[in-house]
């Protein structure tokens, strides 16, 4: 699905595993990051892009403040590849930005489809904004 550098991918997998009343739900999917020297998956979720987004904060407040600002453009429609084409990131701590750009581009749409009102996707950068908030000292 999203090529990333160094080789890794970000891959889906039909249908997640999301059940309704018993039912798997067939527009469900699964987000991962594969990587090919080895052949794993990674099942990337909310929890570990926050938990990152959290390390880089107490390692570069600015530079995560920053990267939180490209998500909130994937968020809101933007290619992640254009997004990155704009903004160059330091190197720090945990995923590259790039990983959380495309896979969270995944996440969001694996979210809009278990809850097409738009509150799965909502929910999500909520608390990655308030994360953002509190790293600028509000």
């Not at 904060?57 to 600015?62: A, E, I, M, S, T």
């Not at 704009?86 to 945990?94: A, H, K």
Request: some cysteine.
């Amino acid at each position: 699905m999203e090529q990333l550098t160094g080789g890794k991918k970000i891959v889906i997998t039909k249908p997640g595993g999301k059940f309704v009343y018993g039912k798997v739900k067939r527009e469900d999917f699964m987000v991962w990051v594969y990587n090919p020297d080895d052949s794993t998956l990674w099942l990337i979720s909310h929890k570990d892009i926050y938990e990152d987004l959290e390390q880089k904060g107490k390692v570069n407040p600015d530079e995560t403040i920053r990267i939180i600002d490209a998500l909130e453009r994937v968020f809101t429609g933007e290619e992640p590849s254009d997004v990155l084409k704009t903004i160059s990131f330091s190197n720090l701590c945990g995923e590259p930005p790039e990983v959380l750009l495309k896979a969270y581009k995944w996440v969001w749409g694996q979210e809009d489809c278990n809850y097409p009102e738009g509150k799965g996707r909502e929910m999500s950068m909520k608390s990655i904004r308030e994360l953002r908030e509190r790293l600028r000292g509000g």
